[in-house]
């Protein structure tokens, strides 16, 4: 099993600044990933985190305004760049020590309020 | 998009009562995975069960697998109010690369 600890917790920040979420894993993991969290609502997937090359962003997401950076193989950052409202949500960090569809260990998650 | 489909919605039991909910999915699957997640916190992975499985149970929890119909069903039994949560089913995304979620269900479990 893997334990992920994500930071901030929460934060309220102002319209048009940048906020950065760090996700530590305490075991090295294969892959990492991001996903946002509307209130009441499903999972939705931002990217997949690669470790040592650019990641992988799904449908509607892009790598200027959610900028993710993963240095190693138990650390990863999402950066929510230039915020607006519509950004508030819950930013999610998981990993997986198996392939891509196997168990995923997840953060206790960042709540984000864009004023 | 979504891949798997939770029914129903909300859930509301007492406790001892047995819970039921339901999932459906669209394309092919390896395996299918159920996740808790506890208001204000993140998700905790309850069982996985492959394609070529029917049936897995884990503790107070069965999970059952019907690939014909492209559906999956978690059971929990003898509810207790610590079973208050919303539930997801997981299964992969058609690259193969990474976990799509449903809507879940919100099970409430009163004492």
């Known amino acids: 099993s893997a334990v992920i600890s994500q930071k901030p917790s929460r934060d309220i920040c102002q319209r048009g600044t940048s906020l950065t979420i760090q996700c530590q894993v305490d075991?090295?993991?294969?892959?990492m990933f991001w996903y946002r969290q509307q209130p009441g609502q499903s999972l939705t997937l931002i990217a997949t985190?690669?470790?040592?090359?650019?990641?992988?962003?799904e449908s509607g997401f892009v790598i200027d305004k959610f900028p993710i950076s993963r240095p190693n193989l138990t650390f990863s950052t999402l950066t929510v760049s230039n915020m607006s409202p519509e950004d508030s949500s819950i930013y999610l960090c998981?990993?997986?020590?198996?392939?891509?569809?196997?168990?995923?260990?997840f953060g206790s998650g960042t709540q984000l309020s864009v004023l | 998009s979504q891949q798997g489909e939770e029914d129903p919605q909300a859930l509301s039991i007492q406790e001892g009562e047995n819970a039921t909910m339901n999932c459906s999915y669209k394309?092919?699957?390896?395996?299918l995975q159920w996740y808790r997640q506890n208001s204000g916190r993140g998700l905790v992975h309850l069982i996985l069960?492959?394609?070529?499985?029917r049936e897995k149970h884990s503790g107070r929890l069965r999970v059952t697998l019907d690939t014909s119909k492209k559906s999956s069903s978690l059971l929990i039994t003898a509810s207790r109010a610590a079973d208050t949560a919303s539930y997801f089913c997981?299964?992969?995304?058609?690259?193969?690369?990474?976990?799509?979620f449903g809507k879940g269900t919100t099970l409430s479990v009163s004492s």
């Open positions: 998981s990993a997986t020590s198996g392939g891509s569809n196997e168990k995923l260990f």
């Open positions: 075991s090295q993991v294969t892959m």
């Open positions: 985190a690669n470790q040592g090359s650019e990641a992988t962003y």
């Open positions: 394309t092919s699957i390896n395996n």
């Open positions: 069960i492959r394609s070529n499985e």
């Open positions: 997981a299964t992969g995304n058609q690259a193969g690369t990474a976990l799509i």
